[in-house]
C-alpha cells in the first residue's frame, strides 16, 4: 500500500483523483473520524487504497441522493 503523508499530499492526490476538497473539509472529515487515516502524535497518514474506496464510496452517496 502506497502511503500518503500529510493534509497536503492528501489534497493533491484528491484533486489528481477528481474529487478535490479544501483543507477545512479534510479537517472536518478527520474530525468526524469520516476520513481513514492513521495518526502518529501529530502528524497524519492516508493509505491510497482506503482514499480511492472512500471517493468510491461518496460517489455512490452522490448518485443515491
Known sequence: MRRIDG???LLE???NAGYPLT???VEK???EKA???VRSGKAVSFYESQ???WIRR???KEISE
Open 13 to 15: 492526490y484528491l484533486e
Open 35 to 37: 476520513l481513514p487515516h
Open 51 to 53: 482514499i480511492d474506496w
Open 23 to 25: 483543507n477545512r473539509q
Open 29 to 31: 472529515l478527520l474530525a
Open 58 to 60: 461518496q460517489h455512490k
Open 7 to 9: 493534509i497536503d499530499s
